[in-house]
């Protein structure tokens, strides 16, 4: 796999972090998740080929080990509030001075300088700030934050992992390590470009949910099937407009111009109409295999045994039968292999991971009897 040998220590965080953490396990990293001592479940839900060790970074001997083990790793990853890990004596320049060609890869919210950094904040806050968000929603509603996506994952757990794969490739060059800075306000705008970009020919230029790609377009929106499902229509290009009213079966000299913005209430109202005439099965029936852009909007539930995805396999089933997203983009020499193994508890790997990193049988039960470490058996998934 494209990350094979590639060692990160992940310390444990709520979202964006143990996402990117696996990212890089999909492609092949060994990911070691730091985790708290004396917690029962760990918050990471994308633990996927994850290893966990349990440390007390809360006494000096935790963090001596924590030390130790970026000493031999390429990437350490954190999602704490700007000043925890100085506070904790595992700042960039610490690590970064015991081991030059560590990836130092910080993940937050608002970045590591600014009068928000040291704020709390979850990922409708970053979007704000962002500005994305006061673009987000139907015309006349309030802003509207879908999902936890944009921020947290886009902006955040993708970008640092484009950041650390960035530095890693930088490194073959320079043998050096470097800081990576993810701000997850930053990272959102970033992959908003577009929206930025793309202002001077106008595509924004109407207030909220009234462009053509808000919502605003009734060729680009969602409809209501006689079944209460819903298809999603996308037919920008004129060529692909005429597919949509074929299929409609809508004579387009009735109807009023595709781009007349001021028709497209009129528009709206009759497309409405004619997709709550017949089935999400039907419609798909109809426009599968056409250039209308249209698509049934397919739940949790119908993704997997859609035939395009079941061609492709683009979701698998770990061993406890969860289903999830295949790794993408697939690489054709070296793809992803993702772990189906269920994830791991917290600390089931600790004494593992210790001795793979050089620790003594001794040296390892001292930590233990200590506190400074906890090995927990993977009974305790029951
Ligand atoms: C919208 C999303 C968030 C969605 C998250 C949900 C998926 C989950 C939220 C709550 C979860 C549930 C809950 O936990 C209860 C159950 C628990 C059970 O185990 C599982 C089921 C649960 C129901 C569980 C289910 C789900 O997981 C939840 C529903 C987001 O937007 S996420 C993005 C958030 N923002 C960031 O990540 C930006 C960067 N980080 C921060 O700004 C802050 O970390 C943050 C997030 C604001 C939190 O601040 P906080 O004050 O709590 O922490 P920090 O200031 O960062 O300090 C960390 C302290 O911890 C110490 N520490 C760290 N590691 C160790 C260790 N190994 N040993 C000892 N101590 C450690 C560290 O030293 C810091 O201590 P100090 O405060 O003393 O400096």
Redesign the pocket.
Known sequence: MALAGVRVIE???????PFCGMILADFGAKVIR????K???????QARGKQSV??????TE?VAL?RKLCVQSDVVLE???????E??GLGPKELLKENPCLIYAR????GQSGPYA?????????LAISGLLSRLGRSGEKPYAPL?LL??FAG?GLTCALGIVLALLERTRSGKGQVIDTS?VEGAAYVGSFIWKSRRIGLWDHPKGENMLDSGAPFYDTYQTSDGKYMAVGAIEPQFYRQLLKGLELDDKELPEQMSVSDWPELRRIFTKCFASKTQEDWSRIFDGTDACVTPVLSFEQVSSHPHNQERASFIKDSSGEESPRPAPVLSRTPAEPCLASDPVIGEHTVEVLEEYGFTSAEINQMLAAGVVECNAVKAKL
Do not use: E
């Open positions: 310390l444990a965080g709520l979202a964006p972090a730091v985790d708290r001592t917690f029962a479940t760990a918050v990471d839900t349990a440390i007390n970074l809360k006494s935790g924590l999602p704490y509030r700007k000043g925890v890990m506070k904790l993940l937050t919210g608002y040291t704020a709390a904040g979850h990922d409708i806050n970053y936890n921020a947290d955040g997850m």
